[in-house]
């Protein structure tokens, strides 16, 4: 199982077909707020129809809060300005897969304490990003 791990997620649509991925697939989701939307957002509802009975999901405060309470270790940011692709890592069952938000990605300095574990998915030199959404799956 794979732990799925959004760091102030901001477009509710995004965050619900998340969570219909996670639900589907077995692996939980941890949200690090402050989120863009309230958790109640019907967009948010209306993307994860009706898995959220099956969707192991847990809240933060911020990143220190998510350390403090799941001592994760084995953790991996995939960011666009990563080093090497995510075909190069080594995904453990029970590891933390970490994505940005959708404007910024993830904050600088977690990116920079975490540099061997960045990793980006493949893309055109001219293409920006992939939507948050997309590349969770």
Not at 26 to 45: C, E, N, S, V, Y
Request: charged share 25%.
């Amino acid at each position: 199982m794979l732990n799925i791990v959004l760091v102030e997620p901001e477009i509710p649509m995004n965050t619900g077909n998340i969570a219909r991925t996670c639900a589907a697939t077995g692996a939980a989701l941890h949200i690090i707020k402050p989120m863009g939307f309230t958790i109640d957002d019907r967009k948010l509802k209306r993307a994860g129809l009706d898995y959220w009975h099956q969707l192991d999901i847990t809240y933060y405060e911020n990143l220190e809060d998510f350390f403090r309470k799941t001592g994760a270790e084995d953790i991996w940011l995939l960011s666009t300005k990563a080093p090497r692709a995510y075909t190069e890592a080594r995904f453990h069952d029970g590891c933390y897969l970490f994505f940005g938000k959708e404007t910024k990605g993830l904050p600088e300095a977690f990116l920079d304490a975490h540099y061997d574990e960045c990793v980006r998915i493949p893309m055109r030199a001219d293409a920006r990003s992939l939507n948050l959404s997309n590349a969770v799956a």
